[in-house]
Nanobody
Framework: QVQLVESGGGLVQAGGSLRLSCAAS????????MGWFRQAPGKQRELVAI???????NYADSVKGRFAISRDNAKNMVYLQMNSLKIEDTAVYYC??????WGQGTQVTVSS
């Protein structure tokens, strides 16, 4: 069983940065896939970034070059560094651990 707790969300102006953290209660080393998804009001949940245990990473096209995912297996942590934030990045961000574990979400609001 894995429990995920996100932190680091908040209100930021467009162009600013935030770093999201995800603390896993159990070992994430055995979880092949860890990542971040987001859901904006009225929209479906979408992939932001995902990372395999081996280090392979996929990003949504909308965040490439601006966001960076990383994981620290020893600390059971996953991070999402978000730079050059845009208003359209406003959403609830969810930490994900394969095959089907989700955090409770953290709100990110980008203002003009």
């Amino acid at each position: 069983q894995v429990q995920l707790v996100e932190s680091g969300g908040g209100l930021v102006q467009a162009g600013g940065s935030l770093r999201l953290s995800c603390a896993a209660s159990g070992s994430i080393f055995s979880r092949n896939v860890m990542g971040w998804f987001r859901q904006a009001p009225g929209k479906q949940r979408e992939l932001v970034a995902i990372m395999t245990r081996g280090g392979s990473i996929n990003y949504a096209d909308s965040v490439k070059g601006r966001f960076a995912i990383s994981r620290d297996n020893a600390k059971n942590m996953v991070y999402l560094q978000m730079n050059s934030l845009k208003i359209e990045d406003t959403a609830v961000y969810y930490c994900y651990a394969g095959p089907a574990y989700w955090g409770q979400g953290t709100q990110v609001t980008v203002s003009s």
